[in-house]
């Protein structure tokens, strides 16, 4: 099998690896499972799509991507709707997008199901020509990344110190919305801390919040908290870190193929997509892309 590697400069750093060992280490495993590959090194994050193209251009069996979720993203968006397979190297520290394909975690586990070569395909979502693969958000996360981001470049820290203070930052300078969400005879108006929209559908219970059961049912999952407010959304946040977020209570849940969301803004809004922060201009148009992407992976299990 011939592949082509885009390996995130920052890839192995949560796990603690140096990542001068990633490529080598890559590069034994590579060997071991007989598998030819050349390993691009990324050094920004911004280099990854203009990457993934020229390995597109080689030829090759499959395109691999080494780091977290923002990584495979990056590599998967560009890969859309052309055919060639993605491999996923779960390099990263939560790596959702692999724990919800059934990829194994650990990575030599991960290269033996590349080797395997079997490929599926899976859905994509996508907001005004941008593509994620997990979700996207606007309200409170897109601010909380952007500062969380801001913190560790300014102080040198990691990425949950980071996030504390970003929390704190935010909060005292609450994003609250009005947003109007329309889709074939639906109108929904809200005021809200964000509105969040899954690649298919994010499982949200009473007692739990588990990730998709499938990313293959070409459907987009939308979530608005029902009340405004910073003492709303603490107690969202106190009652999900309890376990005991309740959907019926908590969200106005949606299950969409294709919508707008609307706000009160006339200027480009902050839009996460798989943790990468950029500007748009409402409206907000979230279209659902079945089978956009085909990913090495097993066979979902049956229902």
Known sequence: MKTVTILNHAAGKSSGSNPGDIPRRLGQLFSQFGIESEIILASRNADLAALTRRAVDTGPDAVLAGGGDGTVSAVASVLAHTGLSLGILPLGTLNHFAKDLQIPTGIEGAIELIAKGRSRKVDMGE????????????????????????????????????????????????????????????DITRHTPFVFVGNNV??????????????DAGVLSVYIANRGGRFELLRIFSRAFAGRLDQA????????????????????????LDGEVVRMSPPLHYVTRPGALKVIAPAPEPL
């Open 127 to 186: 907001v005004n020509g941008r593509r994620f693969i997990n979700n996207s958000s606007i309200g409170i996360y897109p601010h909380l990344v952007k500062n969380r981001e801001d913190q560790r470049l300014k102080l040198g820290i990691g990425k949950w110190p980071a996030l504390a203070l970003a929390v704190v930052k935010v909060f005292r300078r609450f994003p609250e919305l009005r947003v109007e969400l329309l889709s074939d005879g639906l």
């Open 202 to 215: 994010y499982n949200i219970s009473l007692f739990t919040v588990r990730n998709r059961s499938a990313v």
């Open 249 to 272: 209570l908590d969200f106005t849940a949606l299950t969409l193929h294709d919508f707008r969301v609307q706000t009160t803004s006339r200027r480009p809004v902050r839009v996460a």
